[in-house]
């Protein structure tokens, strides 16, 4: 990126610094969700969650570094009526003396960054091999009319999950034009029979899809298909019938 001093820096930095802002809110979230959820009864889970709340305070200084950072931009302005001022020569000598100080808070924000990326990753990859374990012990659970209904939309169309803004309350509707409702949605989480795809923000919708678990209980759950020919009737059922 430009790393220049003035206004074409401020536009540059400014998306930069909304972006962090916003990675810091789905941490936030994320870890809110964590912490209340089954994931805490897990072996290991308590190193993963100290990991991301350390990583909360990285993403937050990578916003301030790039706050930092424009806060040391100087921008084009005139000086106070009546001074004799080489306005050209003020703005150079300024803009001068910013630039080492854009570099180093660019530095520390990207530092602060990478330090994010390589926390969330190991978060992620210690979560997956968690729910992995307990999911292999956990047994299949009993479906009520009502959840085998609203887990058998989900298998049969996308599903789309929508949080408000500040994590509490669940909505999710399947392409079908049906709802789930969130107590029956917790419980679905609860046993991994349903996946959340983060890849989007949850104020758009985040994908539902179900997990082979759901797949295998509701295999289980749908009764037999008859098949072959019915049997005969009996001749001796058919004795004493009047012609």
Known sequence: MDKAPGPKFLSTVTPLLLESQQLTRQLVTALSRLSTSEYVTVPGSRSTLDTLTATVASAALVTTHLAQAISVNPLIGA?????????????????????????ECLAEALHDLDLTVTCCSYAATSIGRALERAEAAMPLPKLNTKQATALEDLAQGEGRRYEDSFGRKTKVYVSGGSSVHPATFAFFEKYRLVQVEADTSDRQGQRVTVTDRARRLLAQSRPATPTGRPAPVAQAAMAGRSR
């Open 79 to 103: 000086s106070l009526p009546g001074a004799a001022v080489d306005e050209e020569a003020v703005r150079q000598a300024r803009e001068t003396d910013a630039e080492s100080g854009i570099v």
